[in-house]
């Protein structure tokens, strides 16, 4: 019989890559979905005037993610049963950016993502150039989009996670290749 966390798909990569486009395009396919957390914190942060934000106080913003990305398990945890979930990223994401920016991350940080884990098959889209956009709250160039997809896969690896590369193929085809990609895996 599966846990309740082999129910729940990460969808990572770096910034600009058709993550929320393609969590949007798998929840109206009737799947259960989980928005990321950073978008929605910046924006917060922004309006309230605050220094939570990754070009200010980078500690502060790793930790706003840290919490939002428990909370955002633990709510799906308490109320799924055995319905398949999609992550619009997931805690390891938070401790790939601590990594990146230099931010220690603590025994009881690492202990937080080993006990809120994932279904060990996670789905990565690499870097596109050819999509990639900034906006006002992803504000990192081409080059830190890429540096972001090496460090999130390392970091998926280290935690022993199994890596899948999602092509770069139009959002139909992206749907597609997950939703077959699971049936083949549970069998």
């Not at 978008?39 to 309230?48: C, D, G, H, S």
Request: aromatic content about 12%.
């Amino acid at each position: 019989m599966k846990t309740k966390n082999e129910y729940f798909y990460v969808i990572t990569g770096g910034p600009g890559v058709g993550k929320t486009t393609l969590i949007e395009k798998l929840s109206d396919y009737g799947f259960q979905i989980v928005h990321e957390d950073a978008r929605r914190i910046i924006k917060e942060q922004i309006e309230t005037n605050n220094e939570g934000l990754p070009w200010k106080q980078k500690d502060v913003f790793a930790k706003l993610m840290l919490e939002a990305s428990l909370k955002s398990y633990n709510e799906i945890s308490s109320k799924n049963g055995s319905e398949i979930t999609f992550f619009d990223r997931g805690i390891l994401d938070t401790i790939c950016y601590m990594k990146m920016e230099q931010i220690p991350i603590s025994k009881e940080i690492t202990a937080l993502a080993t006990q809120h884990s994932y279904n060990k098959n996670v789905f990565i889209l690499p870097p596109w150039k050819e999509i990639y956009q900034t906006d006002k709250e992803r504000k990192q160039n081409w080059e830190e989009a890429e540096f972001t997809f090496d460090i999130m896969k390392e970091t998926y690896l280290e935690y022993d996670y199994n890596i899948i590369e999602v092509p770069k193929i139009n959002i139909a085809e992206r749907v597609k290749f997950i939703i077959e990609g699971i049936r083949q895996l549970s069998k």
